[in-house]
């Protein structure tokens, strides 16, 4: 049985932000630290970004020298490649991969690691788009993979996405949830389906805001503006897709649609797929939805509450829908993923308590007209919202 305690070793393969971030957050919480990483010199340079990051807080008064003394000797650096040699990691009890999200590396690094870890040992894989099933299938030692999904960045968000599949064993799923609680983390379980949580429901967030930008009903800033305002969210839609970067939300977007099938609900955009193509990955590049180079001007927004407000409806419902739905397929509790929204993407309020302010048969009314309107099967709403709305039934009180 395994027992993941403050002793336990901690290995990290994959040291780019979110390895070196989750590296962060075992160091903090008292763990010894092993992290590797293919390219050379990645690891090492790892190791001084965290030491940065914890420079920083000394600097602002949150955390003594003494202690970022202490935080950062527990990182280890293993120079050996984990595509070659993973040796270094064999007394590790939880190894957490967050390499390149391909399933072939990820299959063989953990197959690798099981024929050097303890039989107890556990694998978890940081994937925010693969099936945690289809990872274990290639490891020797399935029963102990599971997946630990944080959120970038992993020392300042609390959420953490625990993912065992169907053939994880119970204690591995329990051993992994208590000891991230026990790291400060917000922990929620879910079943392995595509996106998750998060990164599934979230998705109207984005593809409904793209489609009322493309019919022109409103203009990028417009919708951010009323999703902001009206709305309460903290970003808009496409300020928010420029800070993620527009080349990894159009990933997630086409792993989570392939994932089920090519269901309409989740079609990617082709105003995305048009930016990605031209360079315009958003802050990072320099543009996106909006442009970020010196001297340029952000655009302002219509503020008409009339419009704003069909804008934050028609999204909300949707948002609420896919909510609904991951409950209805129980992908997670109703509370789980009501947490997760908002401590993962900082929602304003859980939706499926926001289904129960507005009413089930009002969600359910917007999803009618839409449905009614455009003919398409993405607007299709959940059985589970049906009968809530046919019986007055409430999800969270």
Same mark, same amino acid.
């Given at each position: 049985?395994?027992?993941? /305690?403050?002793?336990?070793?901690?290995?990290?393969?994959?040291?780019?932000?979110?390895?070196? %971030?989750?590296?962060?957050?075992?160091?903090?919480?008292?763990?010894?630290?092993?992290?590797?990483?293919?390219?050379?010199?990645?690891?090492?340079?790892?190791?001084?970004?965290?030491?940065?990051?914890?420079?920083?807080?000394?600097?602002?008064?949150?955390?003594?020298?003494?202690?970022?003394?202490?935080?950062?000797?527990?990182?280890?650096? !293993?120079?050996?490649?984990?595509?070659?040699?993973?040796?270094?990691?064999?007394?590790?009890?939880? !190894?957490?991969?967050?390499?390149?999200?391909?399933?072939?590396?990820? @299959?063989?690094?953990? +197959?690798?690691?099981?024929?050097?870890?303890?039989?107890?040992?556990?694998?978890?894989?940081?994937?925010?788009?693969?099936?945690? =099933? +289809?990872?274990?299938?290639?490891?020797?030692?399935?029963?102990?993979?599971?997946?630990?999904?944080?959120?970038?960045?992993?020392?300042?968000?609390?959420?953490?996405?625990?993912?065992?599949?169907?053939? =994880?064993?119970?204690? !591995?799923?329990?051993?992994?949830? /208590?000891?991230?609680?026990?790291?400060?983390?917000?922990?929620?379980?879910?079943?392995? /389906?595509?996106?998750?949580?998060?990164?599934?429901?979230?998705?109207?967030?984005?593809?409904?805001?793209?489609?009322?930008?493309?019919?022109?009903?409103?203009?990028?800033? =417009?919708?951010?503006?009323?999703?902001?305002?009206?709305?309460?969210?903290?970003?808009?839609?496409?300020?928010?897709?420029?800070?993620?970067?527009?080349?990894?939300?159009?990933?997630?977007?086409?792993?989570?649609?392939?994932?089920?099938?090519?269901?309409?609900?989740?079609?990617?955009?082709?105003?995305? @797929?048009?930016?990605? @193509?031209?360079?315009?990955?958003?802050?990072?590049?320099?543009?996106?939805?909006?442009?970020?180079?010196?001297?340029? !001007?952000?655009?302002?927004? /219509?503020?008409?509450?009339?419009?704003?407000?069909?804008?934050?409806?028609?999204?909300?419902?949707?948002?609420?829908?896919?909510?609904?739905?991951?409950?209805?397929? @129980?992908?997670?509790?109703?509370?789980?993923?009501?947490?997760?929204?908002?401590?993962?993407?900082?929602?304003?309020?859980?939706?499926? +308590? $926001?289904?129960?302010?507005?009413?089930?048969?009002?969600? &359910? %009314? =917007?999803?009618? $007209? &839409?449905?009614?309107?455009?003919?398409?099967?993405?607007?299709?709403?959940?059985?589970?919202?049906?009968?809530?709305?046919?019986?007055?039934?409430?999800?969270?009180?």
């Amino acid at each position: 049985m395994p027992m993941l /305690t403050a002793q336990t070793r901690i290995g990290i393969v994959g040291a780019g932000a979110m390895g070196r %971030g989750i590296a962060q957050v075992a160091a903090a919480a008292g763990h010894e630290v092993l992290i590797a990483d293919a390219l050379p010199g990645a690891a090492a340079n790892a190791r001084k970004l965290i030491d940065a990051t914890l420079q920083a807080l000394v600097a602002k008064g949150r955390l003594t020298d003494a202690d970022r003394a202490t935080l950062i000797a527990r990182v280890t650096v !293993v120079e050996a490649a984990p595509d070659r040699d993973v040796g270094a990691f064999a007394d590790c009890g939880l !190894v957490i991969e967050a390499i390149v999200e391909e399933l072939a590396a990820k @299959q063989a690094l953990f +197959a690798r690691l099981a024929g050097v870890l303890a039989p107890d040992a556990i694998l978890a894989s940081n994937t925010s788009s693969l099936a945690i =099933t +289809a990872i274990a299938a290639g490891c020797p030692a399935p029963e102990r993979v599971i997946g630990i999904h944080f959120f970038n960045p992993a020392p300042v968000l609390p959420l953490v996405e625990v993912i065992p599949w169907a053939g =994880t064993r119970d204690d !591995v799923r329990d051993a992994c949830a /208590t000891r991230l609680g026990a790291w400060g983390k917000t922990v929620v379980v879910c079943t392995d /389906t595509p996106g998750f949580i998060v990164n599934r429901v979230a998705r109207p967030f984005y593809g409904e805001a793209l489609r009322i930008a493309e019919e022109g009903m409103a203009d990028y800033a =417009t919708i951010d503006w009323a999703m902001k305002t009206i709305g309460g969210f903290r970003m808009g839609p496409f300020e928010l897709m420029d800070f993620i970067g527009n080349d990894v939300n159009l990933a997630v977007t086409r792993s989570v649609y392939d994932g089920f099938f090519q269901d309409p609900r989740y079609r990617p955009s082709l105003t995305q @797929q048009r930016l990605v @193509q031209a360079g315009f990955l958003g802050r990072k590049a320099g543009r996106g939805y909006y442009d970020y180079r010196d001297g340029a !001007v952000r655009p302002e927004p /219509t503020r008409d509450d009339a419009v704003g407000g069909a804008v934050v409806d028609r999204i909300r419902a949707m948002l609420i829908n896919e909510a609904v739905d991951a409950l209805n397929q @129980q992908v997670a509790s109703a509370e789980s993923i009501d947490v997760a929204m908002m401590k993962g993407v900082n929602y304003p309020q859980g939706l499926l +308590a $926001w289904c129960d302010t507005l009413g089930a048969s009002v969600v &359910l %009314g =917007t999803l009618e $007209w &839409l449905h009614a309107e455009y003919g398409e099967d993405r607007y299709r709403a959940s059985p589970l919202l049906r009968r809530a709305a046919r019986e007055g039934r409430r999800f969270r009180t």
